[in-house]
T-cell receptor, first 117, second 109 residues
Framework: GAVVSQHPSRVICKSGTSVKIECRSLDFQATTMFWYRQFPKQSLMLMAT?????????EQGVEKDKFLINHASLTLSTLTVTSAHPEDSSFYIC?????????????FGNGTRLTVT | GQQLNQSPQSMFIQEGEDVSMNCTSS?????WLWYKQDPGEGPVLLIA?????ELTSNGRLTAQFGTTRKDSFLNISASIPSDVGIYFC?????????FGAGTRLTVKP
């Protein structure tokens, strides 16, 4: 089945530094990938839609300069949390869909637990 | 974005019992999906439904795409301890996907 690989699975960083999270589709190509944030015991909150070869689309309330998204190829999207602060600590998850299959479901990465100290 | 209405929020059941959860929406979706999320991991697709009225099984799991295209349910039969986790429904149309808030399932041995 479709596999989405997310790296790293856990990262601890100091306040003020930046962290990059990668999302790769391993056995399919994805024109669009999605980034979510999940707080404890809550559902997935869509942050932004990553579009290959063009700018990402951000959900209302998500700062695009804070959460930089790059989708440079059909198999890779990256999310960079810039100048991280403790309130950015969260579980970040990406998802992607096989562009070759109409109405194919989203497949999710295993998430990245970010802790900002 | 607007979420789907998923219920119940949580369930505490005995091993061997059947479980039922559902999702409703005010909007029509072309696809309904059910995912399970274990702690510290990403959601894993359980069942995908593509046609109104469709009933699909995956082992002990059965899900249906409501005839109005605005709802779906998931049943788990003869629950086992490894069924523990959070179950999310998702409605999809084009690139727009909405999630339910999740049903947290606890199974007591």
């Amino acid at each position: 089945g479709a596999v989405v690989s997310q790296h790293p699975s856990r990262v601890i960083c100091k306040s003020g530094t930046s962290v990059k999270i990668e999302c790769r589709s391993l056995d399919f190509q994805a024109t669009t990938m999605f980034w979510y944030r999940q707080f404890p015991k809550q559902s997935l909150m869509l942050m932004a839609t990553s579009n290959e070869g063009s700018k990402a689309t951000y959900e209302q309330g998500v700062e695009k300069d804070k959460f930089l998204i790059n989708h440079a190829s059909l198999t890779l999207s990256t999310l960079t949390v810039t100048s991280a602060h403790p309130e950015d600590s969260s579980f970040y998850i990406c998802s992607a869909r096989d562009r070759a299959r109409l109405n194919s479901p989203l497949h999710f990465g295993n998430g990245t637990r970010l802790t900002v100290t | 974005g607007q979420q789907l209405n998923q219920s119940p929020q949580s369930m505490f059941i005995q091993e061997g019992e059947d479980v039922s959860m559902n999702c409703t929406s005010s909007s029509i979706f072309n696809t309904w999906l059910w995912y399970k999320q274990d702690p510290g991991e990403g959601p894993v697709l359980l069942i995908a439904l593509y046609k109104a009225g469709e009933l699909t099984s995956n082992g002990r799991l059965t899900a249906q795409f409501g005839t109005t295209r605005k709802d779906s349910f998931l049943n788990i039969s003869a629950s086992i301890p490894s069924d523990v986790g959070i179950y999310f429904c998702a409605g999809q149309r084009s690139d727009d996907m909405r999630f339910g808030a999740g049903t947290r399932l606890t199974v007591k041995p």
